[in-house]
């Protein structure tokens, strides 16, 4: 077979073949990059990195659609059509390597090679069930408002799952890459940094095409056109918190309610729970809260078609759930507890916050109603 009319040149050394071309090997580690930041801004950073995580995501996908792309116009042993192998072969190599008389491949071997496209498979997924999560959960990214709060959080718990999956397939390639390297005695990590496979070792040469770059080249642009097409024929949701924005000042719920505190978003009780309280005030909390009966009224109508099921935001979904105790605490919801589990209940009374309720000293998009992760104020500076 000649190597001279074909993308694995052999090098002037001799002995060794170039199989990973640029592209591949680039894409490689700074997939290992990416996935490293998403693993370490999704599981451990605080929650206003989410902006971080996100960042990421997007640089995963522009990388999986240009590996896409280049599993098809790359060069022979970055090709699909090369390293997808039947599950006869998959047998066959793995019989091949029981039986202590490996049959070496230049580029992945059978089982490598199933092993990338379920690491493919799984990251796309992972990035796709993140975008729906993003949207329906966060009200945030190209499907914002599009999105229902339950079904983003059904894809939510899906993303976790792969994310596990993931953790899995992630060791078993690398064992299965050192096990190779091991019967083959070939370093094939630093195959993936230098290109570079030793010849003497490979019994099976890849198929050997060019590369097409310029094939690959208008396909990564007419995707990224579709994506762009798309992203803005989706518009802008009219409401993307599942409600039109909405004013304390304009219905005059501030100046009824904001005297003594904050004037809590509608959003965050539910209607059961403001409909009692607006027939408590005269013992609202020990105070005396009372209104004139047409703004009482006007304040009951306010809050109770406002209340948590008017909305799609987190918080309205999360605290529509409220304590069997407490019903008209926000503070005292099951999801409000365990959000606010880990800040120290002395920091409340710091002369910034003041108190527990005080929702916008640490949020900034309170008056929204939106207690998006990226507005956290940090509480630690906020404390000190
Ligand atoms: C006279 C002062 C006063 C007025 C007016 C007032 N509140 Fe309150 N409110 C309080 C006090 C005091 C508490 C208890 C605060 C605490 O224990 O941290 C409270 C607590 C609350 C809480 C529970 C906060 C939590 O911890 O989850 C809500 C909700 C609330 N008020 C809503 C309203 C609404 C709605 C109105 C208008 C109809 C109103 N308040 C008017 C004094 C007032
Ligand atoms: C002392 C600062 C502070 C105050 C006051 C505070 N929060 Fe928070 N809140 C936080 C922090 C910090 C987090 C993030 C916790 C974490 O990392 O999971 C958070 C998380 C949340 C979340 C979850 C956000 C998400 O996407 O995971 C909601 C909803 C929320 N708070 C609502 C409220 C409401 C409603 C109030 C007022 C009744 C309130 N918070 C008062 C600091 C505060």
């Not at 966060?138 to 959080?153: F, T």
Request: hydrophobic letters at 45%.
């Amino acid at each position: 077979m000649s190597l001279s009319h074909t993308s694995v040149s052999r090098q002037a050394s001799a002995q060794e073949l170039l199989i990973w071309d640029k592209g591949t090997r680039i894409f490689h580690w700074m997939l290992v990059l990416l996935v490293v930041g998403d693993a370490l801004t999704g599981w451990m950073a605080p929650k206003w990195m989410l902006n971080w995580h996100v960042a990421f995501g997007a640089g995963i996908g522009m990388l999986l659609i240009w590996r896409i792309v280049w599993g098809v116009y790359g060069p022979g042993p970055s090709r699909f059509e090369n390293f997808i192998r039947s599950p006869a072969a998959v047998l066959g190599h793995l019989r091949s390597v029981a039986s202590g008389h490996p049959r070496w491949h230049a580029g992945h071997n059978p089982a490598g090679g199933w092993m990338i496209v379920a690491l493919l498979i799984t990251l796309t997924l992972i990035l796709i069930t993140g975008l729906i999560a993003l949207a329906g959960e966060e009200k945030q990214g190209i499907l914002a408002g599009w999105i229902s709060y339950g079904v983003g959080h059904l894809c939510k718990e899906i993303h976790e799952g792969l994310v596990t999956l993931l953790f899995v397939l992630i060791p078993t390639h690398i064992a299965g890459v050192i096990l190779e390297s091991l019967l083959e005695r070939e370093n094939l990590i630093r195959s993936m940094i230098t290109g570079k496979k030793r010849l003497t070792a490979i019994q099976t040469l890849p198929e050997l095409q060019q590369a097409k770059p310029v094939h690959a080249l208008i396909w990564n642009s007419g995707i990224a056109l579709l994506l762009w097409v798309g992203y803005l024929g989706l518009g802008e949701h009219p409401a993307p918190l599942g409600h039109a924005p909405w004013s304390a000042s304009a219905a005059g719920y501030a100046k009824a309610c904001g005297e003594c505190h904050w004037s809590f978003h509608p959003s965050l009780l539910p209607e059961s729970s403001w409909q009692t309280m607006i027939s408590t005030l005269d013992n609202h909390f020990g105070e005396n809260a009372s209104l004139s009966e047409d703004v009482r009224r006007q304040m009951d109508d306010l809050l109770r078609t406002n209340a948590a099921h008017a909305w799609d935001t987190k918080a309205a979904n999360q605290l529509r759930r409220v304590s069997k105790e407490e019903p008209m605490r926000i503070t005292a919801a099951p999801y409000w507890l365990k959000k606010h589990r880990h800040i120290p209940a002395d920091s409340y009374a710091s002369k910034s916050i003041g108190s527990k309720s005080n929702c916008p000293a640490c949020h900034q998009d309170a008056e929204s109603g939106h207690f998006t992760p990226q507005a956290i104020r940090n509480p630690k500076e906020k404390i000190a």
